[in-house]
């Protein structure tokens, strides 16, 4: 039998293996196959080779079935966790409760948009009202900078003509504001930062 030719090998019935692919240094596909005639062979199965080492192939049924398996154990977890969020009460019904929206809560107040403080009519009307009672009540004191000691300021009807220029920028606030001030334009409104 050592000696025979090919064509008498394809003579043969029983369990064969093949060559069916090579990729000379790192693939080789094998197929074990049951052969009942010359024209007619059963594949059983199929193996790889792949850089010395050999891997058997998986069969159709159990792709598909291992597919199926990670398919449905994902869905299954799914609705395990919706489950977990559902909450009944006979007076109340079903409702959602998640474990993260408590946690979210707490974090509201330290994370809170800034709010604008007012409207822009609320805005117009205090500063109207504002330059109403400045203008009744001026003030007793004036401060050049921040932080400096606050200087008295004396409130006369008729200015005297400055003899300095230091002396007339320290006098023009008091000057200004002993004088009744013109109606004045609403402050402009304030526009929202982008971000």
């Given amino acids: 039998m050592q000696r025979l030719t090919l064509e008498h090998l394809n003579q043969m019935v029983g369990v064969e293996y093949i060559l069916l692919h090579a990729q000379e240094p790192i693939l080789y596909i094998i197929r074990k196959q049951q052969r009942q005639s010359p024209t007619q062979v059963i594949p059983l199965a199929d193996y ?3 850089v010395g080492v050999v891997y058997q192939a ?5 792709v598909i079935s291992s597919r ?22 006979p007076s109340k019904g079903y409702w ?9 809560e707490k974090a509201k107040p330290k994370s809170k948009k800034k709010e604008e403080p007012s409207s822009l009519f609320q805005r117009q009307r205090v500063d109207t009202l504002l330059l109403d009672l400045r203008s009744k009540f001026p003030p007793t ?26 002396k007339q ?3 023009e606030p008091a000057t200004k504001s002993s004088a009744p001030a013109p109606p ?12």
């Fill in 58 to 62: 998986p069969d159709l049924g159990t």
């Fill in 141 to 166: 004191f004036y401060q050049p900078k921040p932080g400096e000691k606050p200087i008295p300021v004396e409130v006369k009807k008729e200015p005297e003509p400055p003899t300095e220029t230091v």
């Fill in 184 to 195: 004045s334009k609403p402050p402009p409104e304030k526009r929202a930062r982008l971000q």
């Fill in 169 to 171: 920028e320290e006098r």
């Fill in 96 to 104: 959602w409760h998640f474990k993260d929206q408590e946690e979210r």
């Fill in 48 to 50: 790889y080779i792949i």
């Fill in 68 to 89: 199926a398996l990670s398919a449905v154990h994902g869905i299954q977890s799914a609705f395990d966790e919706a489950m977990s969020y559902c909450r009944y009460h």
